[in-house]
């Protein structure tokens, strides 16, 4: 498989709720990005982050933020969640040109 | 913004016709990359077009990248049942920090 793992599978939250989700990548991965995937849409580019700093951002606000770690995990965090926050969350580690992605988290806001 | 379509967004065909994806940009890319995702997975990647004009195979895939920069497409020629999922163009923006614009995806069925 891609060496990209990510937990929790699924999860349920309020809105307004704060939620953490976790990456896993493999080592050579020094890049990784997340994405936020609507139900029948394409990927959206949340941001990448390289060497634990973040190097590349799309359209989403400032309640969403990242951190990268030097085991090559990541973590995304959404506060204050909405109900439009409801989507799979995929991450991705880099090597070379190649994004390896994980299975995602899917996440409920209710 | 900068936006990346695809077309068409469903396609059906029958096992061992040839399948097409058109992909297009508003703005001129860096590179592209082309990802195949199946039903309830992640997505897979499998290619990077970097040079204008540039054409590249892989067995029954073909993939092309415009001498502007702004358009792509994915062949499939004699398409098999393993060939179902969507496929998705991803254009990739070196410079600056909206790095990758996934396109809006065909979803290619094979009816056996």
């Known amino acids: 498989e891609t060496g990209v793992t990510q937990s929790p599978t699924h999860l349920i939250k309020t809105r307004g709720q704060q939620v953490t989700l976790r990456c896993s990548s493999q080592?050579?991965?020094?890049?990784v990005s997340w994405y936020q995937q609507a139900l029948g849409q394409g990927p959206q580019f949340i941001f990448q982050?390289?060497?634990?700093?973040?190097?590349g951002r799309g359209n989403f606000p400032p309640r969403f933020s990242g951190l990268q770690f030097p085991n090559y995990s990541s973590e995304l965090n959404v506060n204050a969640l909405e109900l439009d926050d409801s989507a799979l969350y995929l991450c991705?580690?880099?090597?070379?040109?190649?994004?390896?992605f994980g299975p995602g988290t899917r996440l409920t806001v209710l | 913004g900068q936006q990346v379509m695809q077309i068409p967004q469903y396609q059906h065909v029958q096992e061992g016709e040839d399948f097409t994806t058109y992909c297009n940009s508003s703005?001129?890319?860096?590179?592209i990359q082309w990802y195949k995702q199946r039903p309830g997975g992640h997505p897979v990647f499998l290619i990077q077009l970097v040079k204008s004009g540039e054409v590249k195979k892989q067995k029954r895939l073909t993939f092309q990248f415009g001498e502007a920069k702004k358009n792509s497409s994915l062949h499939i020629t004699a398409t098999q049942t393993t060939d179902v999922g969507t496929y998705f163009c991803a254009g990739v923006n070196t410079s600056g920090t909206y790095k990758y614009i996934f396109g809006t995806g065909t979803r290619l069925k094979v009816l056996a």
């Open positions: 982050y390289y060497r634990e700093e973040e190097n």
């Open positions: 080592s050579g991965h020094n890049t």
């Open positions: 991705a580690g880099h090597k070379y040109n190649e994004q390896f």
């Open positions: 703005t001129t890319l860096s590179n």
